[in-house]
């Protein structure tokens, strides 16, 4: 079962990403001060193709911020930690609106909730 209270923040990467492999710290970052109020999980795009499944992926870093089984922002972002701090937190503070028509995005944010994540 989805918990549709949980915030779940899913990278898209890819292994061969030079800029993925220096956000790996900046993600990692945010996972622990977020702590208990939010999910993280990092996604190689390519070694969890059939996670990603139909959803296009085309720059790096690309993040999936969900509350449930709802996408609320999908998109590439600067790989800088103010920029997923105020992302997590405007999404903890209810600030972040679903974006529309975004039926493969939440069924990638429902697929990333049955995965778990630490």
Known sequence: MIDAALI???????QWCGVCGEYAAVFEQAAAAF????TF?????????????????EN????????????LF????????QTIARLVQSALDGGLEPPADTAEIDALARRVSARGGR
């Open 8 to 14: 779940r923040v899913a990278c898209l990467c890819a």
């Open 35 to 38: 702590g208990a109020r939010c």
């Open 41 to 57: 999980v990092w996604i190689d795009i390519e070694d969890e193709a059939e996670l990603v499944g139909d959803v296009d992926v």
């Open 74 to 81: 999908f998109g590439t972002v600067t790989p800088h930690p």
């Open 60 to 71: 790096f870093p690309t993040l999936l911020i969900a509350r449930g089984d709802r996408a």
